[in-house]
């Protein structure tokens, strides 16, 4: 059974910037679109960043464009969220997933993947 293993969550002040990590176990990288989503209270989950299976393309969010950058690294089989100029609309939640079969207009539906990691929290403080 795979495994997502997020870390790196943590508070922040507004302006600050944060790196989430991925581990991912019984899966590839190199196989499987891999992504980020992210739920706040009371919101619906939101997409905030993706690879294509192939990783030859990458997807963003609209609130996150220029701000957020999605990066993997297949020797350690592992995903980052890299995010800059947070604010406190950033609070949230952020979740790994994985995919084998997400196709491109699947890609920001978060029904289209196979395995969710447990989440990790992001906190910005004003």
């Known amino acids: 059974q795979a495994q997502l293993a997020e870390s790196g969550g943590g508070l922040v002040q507004a302006g600050g910037s944060l790196r989430l990590s991925c581990a991912a176990l019984?899966?590839?990288?190199?196989?499987?679109?891999m992504g980020w989503f992210r739920q706040a209270p009371g919101q619906e989950r939101e997409f905030v960043a993706a690879f294509s299976r192939t990783g030859g393309y990458t997807y963003y969010g609209d609130a996150m464009k220029g701000r957020f950058t999605i990066s993997r690294d297949h020797a350690k089989n592992t995903l980052y969220l890299q995010m800059n100029s947070l604010q406190p609309e950033d609070t949230a939640i952020y979740y790994c997933v994985a995919g084998r079969g997400v196709i491109t207009s699947s890609i920001r539906n978060g029904a289209a993947y196979d395995y969710w990691g447990q989440g990790t929290q992001v906190t910005v403080s004003s």
């Open positions: 019984g899966l590839s990288t190199r196989t499987y679109a």
